[in-house]
Nanobody, 127 residues
Framework: QVQLVESGGGLEQAGGSLRLSCAAS????????MGWFRRQAPGKAREFVA?????????YYADSGKGRFTCSRDNAKNTVYLQMNSLKPDDTAVYYC???????????????????WGQGTQVTVSS
């Protein structure tokens, strides 16, 4: 069982930056793929934002965040991060982190392949 707690959301102006953190419980954090997803409006599906392999050696990004977002992890701290720069109003969403056992990148952008989810943190970007 893995418990995930996100933090770092808030209100930011367009062009600004935020860093989200996701702290994980458990001793096996280093064997999990970690992903970030977002839901932009109630009733909309969660969409993929970024993901990172257990070692941090492989990262994956949605086109919407390429060049602006950076996903990283610190396995010693059981924490994964999402650095978001050059924020846009379209980035406004509830951001969720998720975990799944390592699967070599297969389906890593699909929310249905993740087993554990955090409660989410709100990011609001004003124009």
């Amino acid at each position: 069982q893995v418990q995930l707690v996100e933090s770092g959301g808030g209100l930011e102006q367009a062009g600004g930056s935020l860093r989200l953190s996701c702290a994980a419980s458990g001793r096996t954090f280093s064997v999990y793929d970690m992903g970030w997803f977002r839901r932009q409006a109630p009733g909309k599906a969660r969409e993929f934002v970024a993901a990172i392999s257990p070692s941090g050696g492989s990262t994956y990004y949605a086109d919407s965040g390429k060049g602006r977002f950076t996903c990283s992890r610190d396995n010693a701290k059981n924490t994964v991060y999402l650095q978001m720069n050059s924020l846009k109003p379209d980035d406004t969403a509830v951001y969720y982190c998720a975990a799944r056992p390592f699967r070599g990148g297969v389906g890593i952008m699909s929310s249905s392949t993740y087993d554990y989810w955090g409660q989410g943190t709100q990011v609001t970007v004003s124009s």
